[in-house]
């Protein structure tokens, strides 16, 4: 045998990591074999599964990237130390990971729609979708997930073959489905809107709540919008800074925070686990299928853990999202967002050329539109901005 030989021996081959997961995921695991497969049909890789080269795709397009410079709560330019929308994404993709290993799930499914669950937020968190929500509404609408699918299947050019990143449908279904208590699901796209998502998907979808409530917790006290006294009547947090409280040595309080907040993150994932993997053991979950014909979601948090979290999601509706501060910075966002879409709109040639190449060859404009605010990061807006609208500003 030769060197070359001995050597391509020793490397774990798809067909062996797809072997492992028939062995060790549970049976209600989607499997990396299984898929539905791509739109345009590709040579299988020869050491990744389906999903983790879905999940290196998405790491690698430019939407992705962007997302360092596109608010979580706070504008980037506010603070280094805030989350963005990246470093929101990559403790999702942890969390999530996290997860799905306890409960046997395939990992680099999960991974891969966690990273691409915000690929289509727009500058400026909820305020930048609420402003292109109501300027679409005439126009076939907007919701971050379905701009997500344009992106990945549309607007990211990689591939002379085709348009798009040609994902499994399971991670374009995924991201389609995924659910949060801003999303609006009437903007439902068909991709089998009846079924119910996949285990991976759902726990996506859990592990998002997961990190924003308690990073934009973490970010808001150490912004000093929030304070500690706020947190008085919050029992998970008092238990967690009980526990904090009583470790030798003592901590300052700024680790003191980092251990309470990891604290806090450590149980309701562990709740989570447990309470999903009794749920799914009481309805006789076997299969995908059966996943998929459950009405009811099965990643789900105990009856306790839910009454523990509603007052702290209540805390941070109230103090935080609604403090004058992050107040004045929506409404700042909303105007930018308006009036560069009417601007656009009224003079598509102050548009990049490869965007307005598009209205010309036929596209709707006000998609055309919303697809490059969309994409833009909250300094490029920003920017545009002061160099449209103020006369000053070299162009």
Known sequence: MTVAA?????????EALEAREEQWLAPYAMKSRLTRGRQHPEPEDPYRTVYRRDRDRIIHTTAFRRLEYKTQVFVNHEGDHYRTRLTHTLEVAQIA???????????????????AHDIGHPPFGHAGEDTLRELMKAHGGFEHNIQGLRVVDVLEERYPAFRGLNLTWEVRESINKHRTPYAHPDMQVALDPKLSPLLESQIADIADEIAYDNHDLDDGLASGVLKEEDLAEIALWQQAHAAAESQEPPAGPELRRYQIIRAVINRQVTDLAVTSAETIARQHITSVDEVRACASRLIVFSEEMRTLRAPLKRLLWNKFYHHYRV?????????????????????????????????????????????????????????????????????
């Open 97 to 115: 990971a996290s997860i799905a290993r306890l409960l046997r799930l395939n990992e680099d499914l999960v991974e891969a729609v966690a990273l």
């Open 327 to 395: 107040v004045r910075m929506t409404e700042k966002a909303k105007r930018v967002i308006s009036e560069l879409f009417h601007h656009y709109l009224k003079d598509p040639g102050q548009l990049p050329n490869t965007t307005r190449l598009r209205i010309e060859r036929g596209e709707t404009p006000h998609r055309v539109v919303c697809d490059y605010l969309a994409g833009m990061t909250d300094r490029y807006a920003l920017e545009e901005y002061k160099k449209l609208f103020d006369p000053f500003e070299r162009v």
């Open 6 to 14: 001995d050597c391509h021996s020793l490397l774990v081959t798809r």
